[in-house]
C-alpha cells in the first residue's frame, strides 16, 4: 500500500486541476471584464437644436434617442437616422403585407487599444407588442453592416434593413454588443 501512495503524481500533474485552474480564471476575468458601467451617452449628433437635458451625477443609463452618441464596453454607437417606407433597389424585394422596411443608419466607433468585431445580430428592433426581430436580410442595401472588424480607434458607419408592422411609432432597437456581458442599450425610434 505504502508503493501506491509513492507512486502517486503530485495535484498540480493532474488534468482536473488545471482544468478548475482554467475555470477560476476564466470566472475572475469576466467579473473583472464585467464590472464596466451600463451604456452611457457621451453627446448627441444630431440636426436639430435640443434643449439641455438634467442628468445624475451617473451618466449610466439603458434607453436613448436617435442622435445620441452612446458608450457601451470599448466603442461609441450612434443610430444617426432612420428612413422610413425604405424601398430596395431590387423590384423583386418587398416587404410582406402589413409591413414596411425602416433603414437604420448606425456609426460604430472603436474607442479600444485593439481590433473590435461587429455583427448584424447584436441588433434587435423590438415593436408595439414587445415582439424582438432580428435585421431582415434585403437585397439593394449597399452599406449594410452584417459584420466585420473595425481597428483601433476606427470607425464604421453603415446600416441595417428592419421590417416591422406599417405604421407602428413605438419602434426600439435593442443593441447588446457582447452576448457575455449583459449590457444592453435600448434607442427609442
Not at 406599417?166 to 454588443?177: Q, S
Amino acid at each position: 500500500m505504502s508503493e501506491s501512495k509513492s507512486t502517486q503524481q503530485p495535484i498540480y500533474k493532474k488534468w482536473w486541476f488545471w482544468a478548475a485552474i482554467v475555470l477560476v480564471t476564466c470566472v475572475i476575468g469576466g467579473a473583472i471584464s464585467g464590472s464596466n458601467k451600463d451604456a452611457q451617452k457621451v453627446g448627441e449628433n444630431s440636426n436639430e437644436t435640443s434643449t439641455s437635458e438634467t442628468s445624475d451625477d451617473d451618466n449610466s443609463q439603458k434607453t436613448f434617442k436617435v442622435g445620441d452618441i452612446i458608450a457601451i464596453e470599448s466603442q461609441e454607437m450612434t443610430i444617426t437616422s432612420v428612413d422610413r417606407n425604405w424601398n430596395s433597389s431590387n423590384q423583386f424585394v418587398k416587404p410582406a403585407e402589413g409591413k414596411e422596411y425602416i433603414k437604420v443608419n448606425i456609426t460604430l466607433t472603436n474607442k479600444s487599444d485593439d481590433k473590435m468585431s461587429y455583427l448584424s445580430n447584436a441588433w434587435k428592433i423590438e415593436d408595439k407588442d414587445g415582439a424582438l426581430e432580428n435585421a431582415a436580410v434585403v437585397v439593394g442595401n449597399d452599406d449594410n453592416l452584417t459584420y466585420g472588424e473595425i481597428t483601433a480607434g476606427g470607425k464604421k458607419a453603415g446600416s441595417l434593413i428592419f421590417e416591422v408592422p406599417a405604421g407602428d411609432t413605438n419602434l426600439k432597437i435593442h443593441y447588446e454588443p457582447s452576448l457575455w456581458s449583459g449590457r444592453e442599450a435600448i434607442i427609442e425610434l
